[in-house]
């Protein structure tokens, strides 16, 4: 049967002769676009994850390692940057959220000045905002072809100053907890929702041993631009190097190696070095367009956008994200939990992905199966980016038609996510 038919089935009783109809509920005040007017995924790179301050990238800036991704994307596919519509670009640690940055980056590869570019900021889901706001430019009908990118560079900006915040934050409760570090809403969500860590240690080690796999297999290869930069090693003597393999993943990771670490974040916390995200280096950049003018050009579609949703939540537990913010997009998608094949969740802290994955029933073969951010790394602004890219290959790796959720908490107390069709071979 259909897979389209299957799905109708879970909406509507008895099933229903208009799956197309049922996967756009009315609900969420959208309609079915025609085939034509969908926004899909053309194609998608990234650079390798670099540890930040002692990795491959510590002394690489931003701008060369954003022009390296949106270089490829263009060429893989044999795009002249003049056709693009927009390009944007989620970035958190660079001023101004790297709007200068982005914009020397588009002409270090050779984009034309008549090619428009922008940056967003909305934390660690960045890098996923710019691909919605490129879909949404597309939807609008304001642009055919766009790009969606993300980068950070954490060797050379680190999480500070929060900037000039009024007094009137220490009177209100939800405003003041904006202020909390990350790893202790962490530990709030490990406390409040009964998140052990032996749970957290499980799951940190299956990150590493998935991406380990993964890694030897060269599943990540196709997805990987080399990219060849100098570094500073400790004599202060410069070296040049290749970057092409991620360098958070330690394949010798053991459980009883995590239970020993200490707490990171408080002394009786459960959460550790060992179970929570990496600092790290890296970009992504996606290419969307209207299916009618990719598919005018000749240009493959790699994957359709089915949905998206962003959620607000209490900002002392903002790890719990995902777990609102994936049934959102679910429901603008028609979809259930069961109908997704492979769910990417940024892995910022085990504590909340293991939370959102028990709230929402999510069986754990069906997420990360290639590892995340504990094993990968986590540069702020590029995760979302990076994981629609590893998301769509690792669906069409499987060789049919599939459903996949890319999805984040957003530090400050938000959610985003997105579903995405892989069309089949």
């Not at 996967?23 to 969908?38: A, D, H, I």
């Not at 879909?135 to 560079?153: D, F, K, T």
């Not at 400790?234 to 239970?259: F, I, M, Y």
């Not at 890296?282 to 240009?299: I, N, S, Y």
């Amino acid at each position: 049967m259909n897979r389209l038919k299957v799905i109708s089935g879970h909406l509507v009783p008895g099933g229903s002769p208009e799956p197309l109809r049922v996967l756009r509920s009315s609900e969420c005040g959208s309609s079915v676009p025609s085939p034509g007017e969908e926004v899909v995924v053309v194609h998608g790179r990234r650079t390798a994850i670099g540890k930040a301050k002692r990795g491959s990238f510590k002394d690489t800036t931003p701008d060369e390692l954003l022009s390296a991704v949106m270089t490829a994307v263009l060429t893989d596919v044999g795009l002249s940057p003049d056709q693009l519509g927009d390009v944007c670009v989620g970035n958190v640690l660079q001023p101004g959220a790297g709007a200068l940055m982005a914009r020397v980056a588009h002409f270090l590869s050779g984009f034309p000045e008549s090619v428009p570019v922008y940056t967003v900021n909305r934390q660690c889901s960045s890098g996923l905002q710019a691909l919605l706001n490129v879909a949404g430019a597309i939807r609008s009908g304001s642009v055919q072809l766009g790009l969606a990118c993300g980068v950070e560079s954490m060797s050379l900006r680190s999480v500070g100053n929060p900037g000039d915040l009024s007094s009137r934050l220490a009177d209100n409760e939800k405003a003041r907890d904006c202020l909390i570090p990350m790893g202790i809403t962490a530990e709030n969500v490990a406390e409040r929702f009964g998140v052990s860590r032996e749970k957290q240690d499980a799951f940190a080690l299956s990150s590493q041993l998935k991406a380990a796999r993964a890694q030897n297999s060269g599943r990540f290869d196709q997805e990987i631009v080399p990219v060849t930069v100098t570094a500073v090693d400790d004599s202060g003597r410069e070296r040049r190097l290749e970057a092409r393999k991620d360098e958070g993943v330690r394949a010798g990771t053991t459980l009883e190696g995590l239970s020993r670490l200490r707490p990171a974040f408080k002394p009786d916390g459960s959460t550790t070095a060992g179970n929570s995200s990496q600092l790290s280096d890296g970009a992504a950049a996606v290419l969307l367009g209207r299916r009618a003018a990719v598919e005018a050009l000749g240009l493959p579609v790699l994957g359709v956008l089915r949905g998206s949703a962003v959620v607000g939540v209490p900002p002392d537990v903002m790890g719990i994200g995902p777990a609102l913010a994936i049934p959102a997009a679910l429901r603008q998608a028609g979809l259930r939990v069961d109908d997704v094949d492979v769910f990417e969740i940024n892995e910022a802290f085990a504590s909340q992905a293991v939370y959102c994955m028990e709230k929402l029933g999510i069986p754990p073969e069906k997420v990360n199966p290639n590892g995340g951010a504990i094993a990968l790394g986590h540069p702020l602004g590029c995760t979302g980016a990076r994981q629609v890219v590893t998301l769509l290959n690792e669906l069409r790796r499987r060789g049919r038609r599939a459903f996949g959720v890319v999805s984040m908490c957003v530090g400050t107390g938000m959610g985003a996510a997105a579903v995405f069709e892989f069309p089949g071979p």
